[in-house]
């Protein structure tokens, strides 16, 4: 009789022949998902130990929320609005080979910077109760130049300790579960009301910098955009002396990285109330990077090396940063990533994944008339405020301001799906202040079905967050209805926010995109061009931290033209 496992193998064999494959990740590489996860997690571990970085982040970018790959091939599949590119769009998403995944990076802009965020663990939480919080897992953070020549780096950064410390992510759901009560609680109590307010913000606070100092620590520094070429020239300038004064050889790999830690970004604004800031600790990176112990000669000779660069090594941590895009595993997507120091005044947007990325942008680079290649018109633009009709303070504060602009739009009233499908199909700007992402007016399968024009800012309560749905699918949300849709850029809150720092951001972002300066001294004094900078700086028209935090960018780092000076 043979044994179970024997039998089992037999099975698994006789089902993977009926199949047309030869092996678990054959199978898994063709038809990636989320129950082939772990498989690619496992295979990407196996090629980190030997060096292949490029491997493991192929690997690791398969386990990506599979679930909008298969919904996008169902709309190309049926769908009449893109007959000119659909074979394009069918390849990028069937990438399941190495060489095809570093393509991807190749066909976008040089001066992107593609960070993936990928939980280690592998099965031993996939079966907890759907309420139940797993620890924080160790991750495999992937750093990814775009272009011609991408480079590729996946470092493995274990997880904090858990003893007696809950994970971050059941941290950030007790911070959101206290945030929404806090209205019902403390209503006819307005010090109870600060005082518990003040307490959530401290407690994000801690979280965030816990993300930073108990969990990325030194690797923080790989999170940052890239230089422009000047001052990435002076980086490359200033490494290859370190390594000739140092005597020091390192790898391709190990040279990136070292430049990640000697160029790391010091805060360019100042933090409000007991925030507090924790710069990398340059000697334990660089022990980090050489593996071995932060007393051992090598370690301190490169530390002493590098000190003697500071002066150069200052301007070069002030200078502006290209575009960041953040892929995050669906384990530690609700977590406010931007708030981190390090990315605190720069261009950041989030995407699901490498493949959806690749196709949102070569959807868009290939037609002269995509607001990617013209840039966003904010004369252009739609309006809907208060369309229940009870948020009587919104309006007041807002409705005289918003019709100022020009734009057509809606007040006081539900829009219907003509007028709704209108605005994000035909504006360059579509604001939505109201409950939620406004799908109550144009549900998500609808959207999902039109092509998106412009950039959509969608200002209610967790209007970008994705929603767990159980232990097997992927959390989902209508963002990525939009993403669907082709939709170029969505801004919106990760979680429930106050009204009236979201009516302050809302009057702050508009005349920033319409080129209107703000307050000599603050960070809009001269708004930028680039959007996701733009939405990094109004952050600070927000009081409140946890409203500021909520804030986030998903799709393409895109630019303002024909700015009014009105």
């Known amino acids: 009789m043979n044994s179970p496992r024997r039998t089992v193998e037999s099975l698994t064999n006789d089902i993977l022949a009926k199949m047309g494959a030869l092996s678990l990740m054959e199978l898994a590489q063709t038809s990636p998902s989320v129950l082939t996860t772990d498989i690619h997690i496992g295979a990407a571990k196996e090629a980190l130990e030997a060096g292949k970085m490029e491997d493991a982040f192929h690997q690791l970018s398969l386990s990506h929320s599979t679930q909008i790959n298969h919904r996008m091939d169902q709309l190309l599949c049926k769908s009449s609005r893109r007959t000119k590119d659909v074979e394009a769009d069918k390849i990028i998403m069937a990438t399941t080979d190495k060489d095809e995944t570093i393509n991807l990076l190749q066909k976008l802009p040089p001066e992107w910077t593609v960070i993936q965020l990928t939980k280690q663990s592998i099965g031993e939480f996939n079966f907890l109760d759907i309420n139940t919080h797993p620890p924080t897992p160790g991750l495999f953070l992937s750093r990814c130049s775009c272009g011609p020549k991408p480079i590729v780096t996946v470092q493995a950064i274990a997880a904090p300790s858990a003893e007696g410390v809950r994970g971050f992510g059941q941290e950030l759901e007790l911070i959101k579960m206290e945030n929404r009560g806090m209205n019902k609680d403390c209503r006819n109590d307005p010090e109870k009301y600060f005082n518990k307010r003040e307490e959530v913000n401290n407690r994000l606070k801690c979280l965030v910098r816990s993300m930073e100092v108990s969990w990325l620590r030194h690797w923080c520094c790989m999170l940052p955009g890239s230089l422009d070429a000047r001052y990435q020239h002076l980086l490359e300038q200033t490494t290859a002396r370190i390594l000739t004064n140092s005597e020091i050889l390192l790898t391709s790999s190990q040279k990136q990285l070292l430049q990640c830690i000697i160029s790391c970004p010091l805060p360019t604004e100042k933090l409000k109330g007991n925030e507090q800031v924790t710069p990398i600790n340059m000697r334990a990176s660089v022990a980090a990077l050489l593996q071995e112990s932060v007393r051992s000669q090598r370690v301190k000779d490169l530390y002493a090396v590098i000190q003697r660069e500071e002066r150069t090594l200052d301007r070069i941590r002030r ?172 801004v919106g809150m990760l979680w429930d926010v106050t009204d009236k720092d979201t009516d302050n951001l809302t009057r702050g972002m508009i005349q920033a995109l319409r080129g209107q300066k703000g307050e000599s001294g603050s960070p809009l004094a001269n708004p930028p061009s680039d959007i996701a900078l733009l939405v990094a700086r109004s952050r600070s028209f927000c009081l409140w931290y946890i409203n500021a935090a909520a804030l986030a960018v998903y799709g393409l780092p895109l630019h303002i033209v024909n700015k009014s000076s009105d």
Request: glycine share 8%; aromatic share 8%; proline share 8%.
């Open 319 to 490: 200078a502006p940063r290209n575009p960041v895009i953040l892929i995050l595993d669906r384990t530690i997507v609700s977590l406010p990533w931007e708030m981190m120091w390090v990315l605190r005044d720069q261009p950041v947007t989030r995407m699901p994944n490498l493949r959806m990325l690749t196709l949102l942008y070569q959807h868009h680079s290939l037609q002269s008339s995509s607001v990617l290649v013209q840039g966003v018109d904010p004369s252009k633009g739609f309006y809907v405020l208060d369309p229940d009709d009870n948020l009587p303070r919104s309006k007041e504060r807002l409705k005289s301001f918003i019709e100022k602009t020009g734009w057509p739009g809606v007040v006081g009233r539900r829009p219907n799906h003509a007028e709704f499908k209108g605005a994000i199909t035909e504006q360059d700007v579509f604001v939505y202040i109201g409950h939620g992402s406004g799908s109550q007016y144009l549900p998500g399968e609808l959207i999902e079905v039109v092509e998106c024009r412009g950039i959509d800012i969608l200002y209610g309560c967790s209007s970008v967050s994705l929603i767990s749905r159980g232990r097997v699918p992927e959390p989902w949300g209508v963002v990525l209805n939009y993403l669907l849709a082709n939709c170029p850029c969505v």
